[in-house]
């Protein structure tokens, strides 16, 4: 059972960056106005940002970075570790996260891989860096987390096509005696892998030309077999049965109750299907902040774009309780209960 | 669980619906404007109020207001 705490690791800083294009979800010609408006109204995305054709994910990353270690004074050289998580990386192959350590100017004894995660990414990455810098006795690390999702959505398909956003995100994490501890809460099931999949994108099904040809799948929803499909109903009846029992085990295995948590900073998947598991754990609305209605799902970059879009005052100055919970593609889910305390949060950056 | 409280549920949701036109036997695809949203809506009212998870087969095997009723109490014992 992946339930366990970390030690010694602190989290010094925290950045996000979205292009700066931003799209309004009331000009969906795809479908009739009263159905964007209650799509708006529903799924809680009234705009999000998306990046150009030919912009990355690694590239909202790499300004992510640039801005963060200029933020805390990191010395590049001295960065041990790099680790990239997205599922929308730059290419099939080599890693995203080797292009960056050479564009971020990092040094070649800095140690780089990939991680295809996508929502429980961040969450995720927290821990492997943890255990990294612990076991090794590395001191400095930098995760990259985010994903350029429109990049594999079809104009064509309402199901989905109003749902995400682009963004980068970084985290600098070093090794500190001092540090308070981070308990996790990690969990899989890959019995659910087509609940949301991109069917002719790897070696299982190789792309060719039919792969291409649009089909029909239901009212004002076509696609092709290299676009993102996602089955609604599967991945809100997964999240808002998992993710509750998820979060109160952790909070249960630390002794502690939803009042002893100052902010549940939880992945933004969509308004209603968060709402329904914000009821089941009886989260305060005020402690429960969202980001979706401006940036839409953000994918793994969500929780910190939440974090530094709503919560930027309140992260850097005080010291803070916070459980993170991220939830979706795989299946794949985890929470985490971190303090913060002395954490710079960077400015959003936008390009 | 009975089914008027049933049926007060799925009123309080959808504000379009007029109090006391649904049935249980009404077909629930015609009593209102039903699409993919709504359906997703009243999966998330019936995960809420009674815990009870139901699938996209379960609306397609459906026709009645009752039909649904018979779903959820069945999981509920």
Redesign the interface.
């Known amino acids: 059972m992946a339930l366990f705490s970390s030690h010694n690791v602190r989290i010094k800083g925290i950045s996000a960056c979205v292009p700066k294009n931003e799209y309004d979800n009331l000009n969906y010609r795809w479908i009739p106005l009263k ?1 964007r408006q ?2 708006i109204k ?2 809680g995305v009234a705009k999000r940002r998306i990046a150009e054709k030919g912009v990355t994910t690694g590239d909202l990353c790499f300004h992510a970075a640039e801005k963060l270690i200029q933020d805390i004074g990191w010395k590049k050289d001295e960065i041990d570790i790099l680790i990239f998580i997205a599922q929308a990386r730059d290419y099939h192959l080599p890693a995203t996260g080797i292009i960056l350590q050479h564009r971020l100017g990092l040094s070649t004894k800095c140690m780089t891989f990939d991680v295809g995660l996508g929502c429980s990414g961040y969450v995720y990455g927290l821990s492997i860096v943890s255990g990294l810098l612990n076991s090794f006795g590395l001191k400095k690390a930098l995760l990259l987390v985010g994903d350029v999702s429109t990049s594999s959505v079809s104009y064509r398909d309402k ?1 989905i096509y109003t749902l995400f956003g682009d963004a980068g995100t970084a985290t600098a994490l070093e090794l500190d005696a001092t540090a308070p501890p981070m308990h996790f809460n990690l969990q899989t099931d890959g019995k659910e892998f087509d609940a949301i999949y991109i069917p002719h994108s790897g070696t299982r099904r190789i792309a060719d030309r039919t792969s291409h040809h649009l089909r029909k799948f ?1 009212p004002g929803i076509e696609r092709n077999m290299i676009h993102l499909a996602l ?4 991945v ?2 997964f999240a ?2 998992e993710v509750p029992p998820n979060v109160n085990e952790l909070l249960a295995s630390q002794q502690k109750t939803v009042d002893d948590i100052d902010y549940f900073v939880f992945h933004q998947a969509n308004l ?2 968060n ?2 598991i914000r ?2 754990i009886k989260i305060p609305k005020e402690k429960y902040p969202y980001s979706i209605q401006d940036f839409g799902n953000t994918s793994s970059a969500s929780i910190l774009i939440t974090l530094i879009t709503q919560l930027r005052e309140q992260v850097s100055s005080q010291h803070l309780t916070l459980l993170l919970s991220g939830f979706g593609v795989g299946l794949s889910w985890g929470s985490v209960i971190l303090e913060t305390k002395d954490i710079l949060c960077s400015e959003l950056v936008e390009v | 669980m009975n089914i008027e409280k049933f049926i007060q549920d799925i009123e309080t949701e959808f504000e379009d619906l007029t109090p006391g036109a649904l049935k249980p036997e009404s077909i629930f695809r015609d009593a209102f404007d039903w699409n993919s949203v709504n359906a997703l809506i009243f999966i998330a009212l019936v995960n809420t109020e009674y815990n009870v998870v139901i699938t996209a087969d379960d609306l397609r095997k459906s026709k009645t207001v009752n039909d649904l009723f018979v779903i959820i109490q069945e999981r509920i014992k």
């Open positions: 159905e209650q799509l529903t799924v199901s239901g089955d609604g109903v599967r809100f009846n808002t049965m209603l299907m709402e329904v009821k089941k």
